[in-house]
């Protein structure tokens, strides 16, 4: 059967009617278009979620915004050695390394921008100084013996500063320049051997890497600056919160009184758990940077990594108690309400201490009241102490029973030790909770109070003044009745 339009295919049907066929390759033309369509909106959604997470990133955190633009200006400021004459004369080829310098060191904070630009440039100028003397005096030795000298020098420099990068200290703050000075070395030393003007090549090379360095430092100090210091300070504080909060939330939920929000606060200690490194790498950036508000030059920045482990000491307790909340192993309610005013009280004083201490270490300011939320926490766990020795009364309980219609003396009725086990245990966790508060974070924050001098609260000084004031006054009543004796 045929039409206008081409060719058509029909079968007869078992009924007598007929169906037409349409050609096969329009079937596979749909589905390819459907296939590319689907492809075509795929990627445009992925586009369109990408871009809403990157503004929301931006929207969350303006700094990061700022820093990219900071880095987009070093970039173009640093380009003009290289694309003006007047400026590509003075340094020529090597002029690329000064824009290989700001995309390698410009970081985030101003301590990590500093961090990676003095080892840069200090490892520069050793490799620098080291290639020449040991070029100068491989030249004046013997032709044939020169290729050994510099390649002897090159292995013994190359595998003693890899060596070094393994020591704790070294690689915590000069990581970055060992890699860098083995770089320089090797280049320059390589190098050398085919090239006349030894000494133009690396003034060169040192000019451009301190052009570049210079460069990072001055906008990352001076525009939209993010210190390194003034991030540990905030986090360290605010790690603890997190920690108060999750601590109530989760006695609160074990004994049936928490609610959707402590559901959502509960899973806050994970961000103490997990914020190890980054308190490190803080604390490392931070002590390249200059003073900067209330933070001196010395600032006692290893006294916030202990802040951070005692703070990690007890949310590992805490994550301990939650798994509690899944206990397949019920305790009677009974059992329950014995203990759980008491666990209630002591994880409330347990969180006040914790906000105590973060108020003190973000307002830089000792705390008046710090003793007595100290001595309340210490009362709770005496109090839940004595519950849990009164426990076993409860666990031994009488049973009446009667024979011939009269009441026969009750018979004792042991409850299994496996039913309060979980009770136990978490009671026991709480308590541990609140000795590594005591013993590790409180004392951890009185070092940094005394390390860093931190301001006596307000109430004090106004004490020490009146005190002050009686004084001068009492001596002045007594200059003047002396004058008048």
């Not at 003397?133 to 190359?158: R, T, V």
């Not at 004084?471 to 008048?484: G, P």
């Amino acid at each position: 059967m045929s039409n206008k339009n081409g060719v058509e295919w029909s079968i007869r049907v078992g009924d007598g009617s007929s169906m037409v066929l349409e050609h096969e390759h329009e079937h596979v033309v749909m589905r390819l278009w459907d296939r590319l369509k689907g492809l075509v909106v795929g990627f445009v959604m992925r586009v369109c979620m990408f871009i809403k997470k990157a503004w929301d990133l931006g929207v969350d955190d303006p700094r990061k915004f700022f820093h990219c633009l900071k880095v987009g200006v070093a970039l173009m400021v640093v380009s003009l050695f290289y694309y003006m004459r007047p400026l590509y004369d003075g340094v020529g080829g090597s002029a690329m390394w000064a824009v290989m310098t700001v995309v390698v060191v410009f970081e985030f904070t101003v301590g990590g921008t500093l961090y990676k630009c003095l080892n840069r440039i200090c490892a520069t100028f050793l490799a620098g100084f080291l290639a020449l003397g040991i070029h100068w005096i491989a030249s004046h030795a013997n032709h044939q013996f020169e290729p050994y000298i510099m390649g002897i020098s090159l292995f013994i420099l190359a595998s003693a500063t890899t060596f070094s990068r393994f020591i704790p200290i070294v690689k915590a703050r000069f990581e970055y320049g060992c890699t860098i000075f083995i770089l320089t070395y090797s280049l320059i030393s390589v190098s050398g051997y085919r090239v006349d003007n030894l000494l133009s090549m690396t003034h060169t090379r040192v000019s451009t890497i301190i052009i570049g360095t210079c460069l990072c430092i001055i906008t990352s100090m001076l525009v939209f600056p993010v210190w390194a210091g003034l991030e540990l300070h905030l986090l360290v504080p605010r790690n603890m919160n997190k920690l108060a909060k999750s601590l109530e939330c989760c006695v609160a939920d074990y004994f049936g009184r928490g609610d959707e929000e402590s559901k959502k606060t509960l899973p806050g200690y994970k961000c103490v758990l997990n914020s190890k490194s980054s308190e490190e790498s803080m604390a490392n950036f931070a002590r390249w940077e200059p003073a900067h508000g209330g933070f001196n030059f010395r600032h006692p920045w290893k006294n916030y990594l202990k802040i951070g482990a005692s703070s990690r000491s007890c949310a590992y307790c805490i994550e301990t108690l939650t798994s509690c909340l899944d206990s397949k192993n019920q305790v009677p309610e009974s059992i329950k309400k014995h203990l759980e005013s008491a666990c209630m009280n002591l994880s409330s004083t347990s969180s006040n201490v914790i906000r105590e201490l973060a108020t003190s270490v973000t307002t830089m300011t000792r705390s008046a009241t710090i003793n007595v939320a100290v001595n309340d926490m210490k009362n709770a766990v005496l109090e839940l102490q004595n519950d849990l020795k009164s426990l076993s009364d409860l666990l031994i309980q009488p049973h009446d029973h009667k024979e011939n219609n009269e009441q026969v003396s009750s018979e004792m009725t042991i409850m299994p030790l496996l039913e309060v086990m979980p009770l136990v245990s978490f009671a026991s966790l709480l308590i541990e909770t609140a000795s590594r508060i005591e013993e590790n974070m409180v004392k951890a924050v009185e070092e940094l109070a005394e390390s860093a001098q931190f301001k006596q609260p307000e109430d004090e000084v106004k004490l020490k003044n009146n005190q002050a004031t009686n004084k001068i006054v009492s001596d002045e009543e007594n200059v003047i009745t002396l004058q008048r004796v």
